[in-house]
């Protein structure tokens, strides 16, 4: 079945960089953009970005503009999102997603819990 | 970006009644190119990744119970759950989708009264 699959969760100290990774399996992972999505505790739904897979072109929110760096790996169905300079209210689940495709689906990863703390 | 201001933070309503939630955008998310409004509609249990109920502001993915509604154009748009349902109780969101940024609504927290 069409999913999407993250890394498990991260402990990072302030300053340090994260990168997340979204397994895509069941449907051609060329085919749609991946968003990343994240959600810190407590708090709403904040989208930070997408990539298309097929040309590897990114659009980055202005919030995390120069922080973020969204890449893929298409060998291996294989979406990644890294943050750097890690702040404490980077503290968030993140979620990647496959979002209002032509098929009628919509995907999301289970969330990759972020815990940035010194 | 376009900002998405969703009213009321918090409802409740009883059992069976009517539950309305609002969302407004600071610019048109209307599409002249094909007539629609970028704009979907999410619902989020504890502990769960969002799921999509609404897109193009009134379409309903397959599989959501006909209780779910979407209306509105341009900057005001209203996600409708006719019969308050025990498994509705969730947060619900709208995202638009027109603005080459996306961006959510803070969130409305639909309980039981």
């Known amino acids: 079945q069409v999913q999407l699959v993250q890394s498990g969760a991260e402990v990072k100290k302030p300053g340090a960089s994260v990168k997340v990774s979204c397994k895509a399996s069941g449907y051609t992972f060329t085919d749609y953009y991946i968003h990343w999505v994240r959600q810190a505790p407590g708090q709403g739904l904040e989208w930070m970005g997408w990539?298309?897979?097929?040309?590897?072109?990114?659009n980055y929110a202005q919030n995390f503009q120069g922080r973020v760096a969204m890449t893929r790996d298409t060998s291996i169905s294989t979406a990644y999102m890294e943050l750097n300079r890690l702040r404490s209210d980077d503290t968030a689940v993140y979620f990647c997603?496959?979002?209002?495709?032509?098929?009628?689906?919509?995907?999301w990863g289970h969330g990759t819990t972020v815990t940035v703390s010194s | 970006d376009i900002v998405m201001t969703q009213s009321p933070d918090s409802l409740a309503v009883p059992l069976g009644e009517r539950a309305t939630v609002n969302c407004k955008s600071s610019?048109?998310?209307?599409?002249?190119?094909?007539?629609?409004?970028?704009l979907a509609w999410y619902q989020q249990k504890p502990g769960q990744p969002p799921k999509m109920l609404i897109y193009?502001?009134?379409t309903r993915k397959s599989g959501v119970p006909d209780r779910f509604s979407g209306s509105g154009s341009g900057t005001d748009f209203t996600l409708t759950i006719s019969s308050l349902q025990a498994e509705d109780v969730a947060v619900y969101y709208c995202?638009?989708?027109?603005?080459?940024?996306?961006?959510f609504g803070q969130g409305t927290k639909v309980e039981i009264k």
């Open positions: 610019q048109s998310v209307f599409y002249n190119s094909n007539n629609k409004n970028s």
């Open positions: 997603a496959s979002l209002l495709r032509a098929d009628g689906m919509d995907v």
């Open positions: 990539i298309n897979p097929n040309s590897g072109d990114t």
């Open positions: 995202l638009q989708y027109y603005g080459t940024h996306w961006t």
């Open positions: 193009w502001a009134s």
